[in-house]
């Protein structure tokens, strides 16, 4: 009887790349919708749609990227990546997205090959930890919101830096210790939350059975004393913009609201439903915490009972259960930043400690089930899980479609959300919308939860004032300002209206001044101050300001335009001309009659 041939070992070559291209073509077909989704007037506004800085990589612009907070946090990487967008795209947000969308397939191939070296080139367990990655509802605000590129960058160069760790280990190569310290600067520089990555790193080396010695320790310094300075920064950043405790939560509450908030990290890992971009603290009828609350720390219990049956026996599961809590504790909320108790997009890193349980767990339920129909059941079970969260993430890309969309959102889930009526009446106010009477229901509707939130009263202000109801905008901004006269968003809006509406200037000129306290370098403020003391017929004193708005924001074309009357003003015509000329440059509408005159006139001196 002729012996069977032996088949030829599987060299495991051809298989991983095979399941990371399907992996990629998954998530793919997840993330292409939201490359057709806008902006949202939450945070893009100010980061990229009226930020100058963006405009070009002059030495000048990237000294302020890297000198500047930006709304409570220090992300210059991540300011950098928006200013190459503007170059090709402008303000485009499909570009954005695009980019975006990028940043996430690279993200989820860097999880793979960390999965894949960290597990000993097991592609099953590779496979299910970046496909659950890839596509899990919980990164869509992370994808799909353009101004949290921060996370998709941060994740980027951490998921590097424990590459370049686990290499180091494997090879006991410095050059790839030195590496890793590198990139890990490059994660810090893109989002605070990367300064977790050196207990990251003492966790891989519990799960690589490296032993804690000085040596182990000692080379960690280089990385603790960055997450030092960087948690430092963050700090400061965070008080710049009063973002530390705003809504002035008791150090007991946020123990328990910092407990609640990771066992909803654990919740929408399993059933990510009922997802919001804004999670407010939970109250109940008497503004007290909820009895869920107070019962939300027994999530400590759960984990030390599951870590210490699994320390030993199932070193895999201690080991992502502790890489979620390391990785996930520095945005619980039990030192309180912000106005939500939680946030989708924190789960980005965090969930791949979970994800690699999930993959290992899947792993070996394959293994045990054999060819037998229970494996062939576990396959299926798997697919439908897959295919399930990515419907999930193509509904709530939709949501991210727009401002009114996501707002709409918001309310539908907590009609007692005022910033959602705020964003939502802000959007009805836009000249591309022109939905005045909308934006008073929503103010209308908030005030009926918060009666003294000023800045409900600035957005009927400016719902009345396009309208053409001045005095009744006149009354909401002083309402306002009585509610809150620190912020002084108000008198910004109040100044115009005495220069535009009523002539009185001086009052005007005071309520620019009192913005200009809180925003030296205001575009806005700066100009209409220009424009006040121009119609008070004081042209050096406007000089003053519109030449310094020219030189702060140079694509400002107004600005050149009333600098222009100005100097006619003056009979400085040589000036006129050319600051009317720069005007016209830059796409205004600048009469050809008037600069003709002015022509004219300088031939004739």
Request: net charge positive.
């Amino acid at each position: 009887m002729a012996s069977k041939k032996k088949k030829p070992a599987n060299t495991g070559k051809e298989a991983p790349w095979i399941a990371l291209l399907l992996v990629l073509v998954a998530s793919a077909i997840t993330w292409f919708p939201s490359v057709k989704n806008d902006f949202v007037n939450w945070d893009d506004i100010i980061y990229i749609m009226n930020n100058d800085m963006i405009h070009s990589f002059s030495l000048e612009n990237i000294s302020k990227i890297f000198s500047t907070y930006w709304m409570g946090n220090y992300h210059p990487f991540a300011i950098l990546s928006f200013t190459f967008d503007y170059q090709f795209f402008k303000i485009t947000p499909q570009g954005y997205h695009f980019h975006n969308m990028v940043l996430h397939l690279v993200n989820t191939a860097l999880v793979y090959f960390f999965c894949f070296h960290l597990m000993n080139r097991r592609v099953g367990i590779a496979t299910v930890a970046a496909l659950l990655f890839a596509v899990h509802p919980m990164h869509v605000e992370s994808v799909a919101w353009i101004s949290e590129r921060k996370d998709l960058l941060y994740t980027m160069w951490f998921l590097m830096a424990l590459i370049a760790y686990l290499f180091y280990c494997r090879n006991k190569d410095f050059k790839y210790l030195g590496l890793s310290l590198i990139l890990f600067l490059f994660s810090l520089l893109s989002k605070a939350q990367a300064v977790t990555l050196p207990l990251s790193l003492l966790a891989l080396d519990y799960f690589l059975n490296r032993k804690f010695t000085v040596k182990t320790l000692a080379e960690k310094i280089p990385f603790f004393l960055l997450s030092l300075v960087f948690g430092i920064i963050a700090i400061y950043a965070q008080k710049a913009d009063n973002s530390i405790n705003a809504v002035n939560i008791s150090k007991v509450s946020s123990f328990f609201y910092g407990s609640y908030g990771l066992c909803m990290y654990f919740v929408k890992l399993i059933v990510p439903v009922g997802l919001n971009c804004f999670y407010e603290y939970p109250v109940n009828v008497s503004g007290g915490l909820p009895v869920y609350v107070y019962l939300s720390p027994l999530v400590f219990v759960f984990i030390g009972v599951l870590l210490w049956l699994t320390w030993k026996k199932r070193p895999y599961i201690a080991f992502g259960l502790v890489f979620f809590l390391l990785t996930i504790f520095p945005v619980l909320q039990f030192l309180p930043v912000g106005g939500a108790v939680m946030a989708d997009r924190y789960s980005y890193i965090p969930y791949l400690g979970l994800f690699i349980i999930a993959g290992i767990g899947f792993y070996e339920l394959a293994d045990k089930a054999g060819r037998s129909n229970r494996h062939s059941f576990l396959l299926i079970s798997g697919v439908v899980v897959a295919v399930l969260f990515m419907t999930l993430s193509w509904n709530r890309i939709g949501v991210w479609k727009n401002s009114i969309t996501l707002w709409t959102d918001v309310m539908e889930k907590n009609p007692r959300c005022v910033s959602a009526y705020i964003n939502r009446g802000f959007i009805y106010n836009q000249d591309e919308n022109k939905l005045y009477e909308k934006a008073i229901l929503d103010c209308e509707a908030g005030m009926l939860v918060d009666s003294n939130n000023y800045k409900l009263y600035v957005n009927r202000a400016v719902s009345y004032k396009k309208l053409g109801l001045f005095d009744l905008s006149f009354d909401d901004l002083n309402k306002a300002i009585e509610k809150n006269s620190t912020d002084k968003d108000a008198f910004l809006d109040r100044g115009i209206m005495y220069t535009d509406h009523y002539n009185k200037y001086d009052l005007g000129i005071a309520d620019f001044r009192e913005f200009l306290k809180l925003h030296p370098d205001s575009k806005d403020a700066m100009f209409n101050m220009g424009v006040a003391y121009y119609k008070k017929q004081s042209g050096d004193t406007a000089l003053i300001y519109l030449e310094k708005v020219v030189r702060l924001y140079p694509g400002f074309a107004p600005a050149y335009y009333l600098t222009a009357l100005t100097y006619a003003e003056k009979n400085n015509f040589s000036e006129a001309i050319r600051y009317g000329n720069q005007a016209q440059s830059l796409g205004y509408a600048l009469d050809q009659g008037l600069l003709k005159e002015w022509q004219e006139l300088e031939k004739a001196k």
